[in-house]
């Protein structure tokens, strides 16, 4: 069964991705079923009886899956087909990698009722920040785009044309920033709580530990920036970046190394 969703997610996802634009309808009348087949898989991958699967590819796939999302719902509002053009393909790799990475299995006996909601907030808040790198990414794109001497011709270039004005795109990356240091702080708080239940100790300074404040510190820095000193343009998108980047070692590069290197479950 799960299979079966995650090869329709794939397939269809990919068909998203190739559509041209003037298939809008289609899009938006495929989008939604590639998103319930997606998040069908990742019931079925990681909701298991007495226990949740978690690994790097899960965690990357329910980034993905809120991704499509998110794009779906703001697509109605803003002409983001340019993003159309990022998430798909993506959304289409990590359906796969899921397939082939399924994770390991944490047991919930014995655990607090309030562990699953930690894991919950945590994906959110990871996941609301993916769209905001892809954000950035295309704001980039974009910027390059309106400062380059000669136009040019091809695929990417064609849906940076169909993005909104870097002013509105600017307004939706920060939206999407301060909800998800909002979960961001949130997730910090309650593994503050879990590592003490679990480890003894307020804080277990590890890698994830580690990445995960250093990156909630650079998104702090880049709100209060904001709010204080204006900070737009490439300043914005600089501490977006680097904040995603130390997020993704936190939970994806921690989880990859100790997989696919290393050979360990959880831990």
Known sequence: MQTNFLIAAALLYLVCAVLPPAKARLIAAITPVAWAAHGA??????????SLRLGFAAM???????????YWIENRNYPLDGLRRMVMPSAAAVVVLQGIFPGALIALEGRSPLFGWHIAVATLAYSTLTIAAFHAVLMALQESRLHARSVR?????????QLPALLTMEK????LI??????LSLTVLSGIFFSEELFGQALKWDHKSVFTLLSWLLF????AGRHFRGWRG?????FTL????????????????????LHRGFA
């Open 178 to 183: 301060g909800f998800g240091f909002a979960l």
């Open 153 to 161: 011709a091809g695929f990417l270039w064609a849906a940076l044309d």
């Open 234 to 238: 490439k300043t914005a998108l600089s």
């Open 41 to 50: 898989a990742l019931w079925f991958d990681v909701m298991v009886p007495g």
């Open 172 to 175: 939706l990356l920060f939206r």
């Open 242 to 261: 680097a904040g995603f980047a130390t997020l993704l070692l936190a939970y994806v590069g921690t989880r990859f190394v100790l997989e696919v290197v």
């Open 60 to 70: 990357l796939s329910s980034a993905l899956w809120i991704s499509v999302g998110a």
């Open 220 to 223: 702090a820095a880049l709100l």
